[in-house]
């Protein structure tokens, strides 16, 4: 697994990068592991609209961030309003998946949705955790 971390103090905006896929939790009151839902396609961030948005769902988006379990589905934008198009609406993860892509939606922008409808998560992890993990990350790649 390739993971690389950015933090953009000025908009509080946490994002990580993992192989295949993109995905970054933002918003108002967002954390590294809690925060609106954005993913990234053809160049440009997108929300996630919060129809058929549930536990499985984030477990998903938990699991790809590398975040712990979903303890939270948020809806109605908790998190604030995107400001990009809204990419994904209808969401139906199993909860098994390792990673969004492979969760069954309606189509890349296809939606009846507005950012008023932002889906969010909240995951157990913390930034302690995760830094953690990332220290040990590098740590096994330098012994290799
Ligand atoms: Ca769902
Ligand atoms: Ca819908």
Redesign the pocket.
């Known amino acids: 697994m390739v993971l690389f971390l950015s933090f953009q103090p000025i908009n509080n905006v946490f994002v990580f990068f993992l192989v295949g896929s993109l995905i970054r939790l933002a918003g108002s009151g967002s954390t590294l592991c809690s925060g609106r839902v954005e993913v990234y396609h053809s160049g440009a961030w997108g929300t996630v609209?919060d129809?058929s948005w549930d536990l499985n769902d984030a477990k998903v988006v938990c699991r790809q961030l590398e975040c712990g379990e979903a303890l939270g589905a948020t809806g109605n934008a908790a998190f604030g309003e995107g400001t990009g198009e809204i990419f994904l609406?209808?969401l139906a993860c199993s909860g098994n998946e390792g990673s969004f892509n492979e969760c069954q939606h309606?189509g890349f922008k296809k939606?009846?949705?507005q950012h008023s409808e932002d889906a969010g998560v909240i995951c157990s992890s913390n930034y302690l955790l995760l830094y953690s993990v990332i220290i040990k990350f590098i740590k096994s790649k330098q012994y290799h």
């Open positions: 609209c129809d609406d209808d309606n939606h009846n949705c």
